[in-house]
């Protein structure tokens, strides 16, 4: 029987996923299910599940040995590496709590972190882009009385460090029994599925970065979601051009590739060659990033020199994904696309389907996970209409407990009836798909009209001389907001604003054509991908007087 279309924004999508398995449980079923199938690769280096789950149980041992358990929460820090697999997952095992660190982040950041959690122990690479992570934790020791070890992989530098290499082949045969973990360490420190399996931090635009706390339901049930709407299986292998340290990659393809048995495939860092050149060595079958990483590698010049055949679909999210932009990326990589929505707080609450029509998919982020429900609501937080704009809400299965610490911080964002407001702008279609419109403060009040920066970048998108679009508000003296187009022109030429408004004349109403056009080399943008829009505006502040007309 078809469904009657909805008249109010509010859908539930039925399935709930059961909970009750940590992610060391399903770590455990895997290798026995699939020993010798790819679980992890990373350039020349392939390991099977079964090399995997040996890796994992011996540094199970070693962090064991150094007194690490259920509870202690423990920061780790690696670019996209199979010694951040390793080390998730063996403080997975232990039900002690993750605490995942950007490899962007510096010393001030990273000392916040490891201070607010009371970090027990810190797993991390010595130094990556020439930034020595080694000598920066080494000279905050003296403020953090709760750091008891800092396991260092590359090379040890001062005396309290412990090599992650020496750690991870420790000899412990002769200490412990073979069968230790599951006959004496899992008896007394039994590990549930509600218990707390890491604290995140917000990557955040602007303010105090917050502890997003996470269990290992929560978790596994957001990735087995990804897992059914992109129908993941043992075949597939993932090229995760992410961080790691991130929910998208984190939950959406590594927690995912835990439960369902499909291979990691990592890209160190980002960098456009390096992901063409993965695709096709890897025979990458899905591939995991934000929707700048297919624009850019689009705009390679070899790009129809590699063969990038395996790849059958995209899961492009933290960020919006222009409709133009999405039908290129379908038709060049002759892929099916997923476009994704959520937040650090709920993972992805929202997947298109594998089945949904290319219209669902370029203008849409689909319907809730299963076991998932959304609304939209207008600022008394009472559900509106389809097709009318409020804030997008949601409800369920994937929703973290809370911030770390955090109570008040927390109290406005989640409600007492589970529901996290996400303070983006977005309106739903009549068979509950949501449309993401833009941040609720991103919103550019001109003149009294309000103008969505997101639905300008779909157009700039499909003029064919921008390369990337961003589009902010700054102040005017007599509108008291006007639009600024920021621009990474295609080839680097620009055009004249005369041209872009002639593009735009017949398309939007006259109020949302852009008030300035400002060109950029690069964006300011998040670890994870995104545009810092605060920054953004501060960039230009300095650059235009805001009282000077267009």
Sequence with gaps: MKAMPLTQSYYYSPGEIPPGVTLGEYFQRTVRKFPDRPACLFGDNSLTWSELGEIVDHLTLALMDLGISRGDRVAVLFPNRPEFIYSALALAKLGAVMVPISERLRRTEILYILSYTEATAIIMIDEF???????????????????????????????????FEELISKDLDHKYSRDHYQSVYLKK???????????????????KPKGVMHTHNSRCRAAMGTIERMRVTSEDTWLIMVPLSHTTALVNSFYASIISGSCSGLLETWNVEGALREIQRMRATIAIGVPTMPIMMLQHPDFDKYNLSSLRSMLLGGAPLPVEVARNIMRRFACKLTSGYGMTETAASNLTSLDDPAEIVCKTVGTPQPGMEHKVVDNQRRIVPIGQEGEACARGQNVFLGYYKEPDRTAQVLDDRGWVYSGDLAKMDERGNLIIVGRIKDMIVRGGENIAPTEIEDILYTFPKVKQAAVIGIPDERLGEASCACIIPEGGAPFTHEELKNYFKDNV??????????????????????????????????????????
Excluded: C
């Design 509 to 550: 109403a006259r109020h949302k054509i852009p008030d300035r056009l400002v060109f950029m080399e690069a964006f300011p943008t998040t670890p994870s991908g995104k545009v810092r829009k605060v920054e953004l505006r501060e960039i230009v502040a300095n650059s235009i007087n805001p009282k000077t007309k267009a």
């Design 129 to 163: 882009w020439g930034y020595s992570f080694s000598q920066a934790v080494s000279s905050m020791m003296s403020a953090l009385s709760n750091l008891g070890h800092v396991v260092v992989f590359g090379g040890t530098n001062f005396s309290h460090e412990i090599s």
């Design 189 to 207: 420190n039994p590990i549930e599925s509600d218990d707390l399996l890491e604290i995140i931090f917000t990557s955040g635009t602007t303010g």
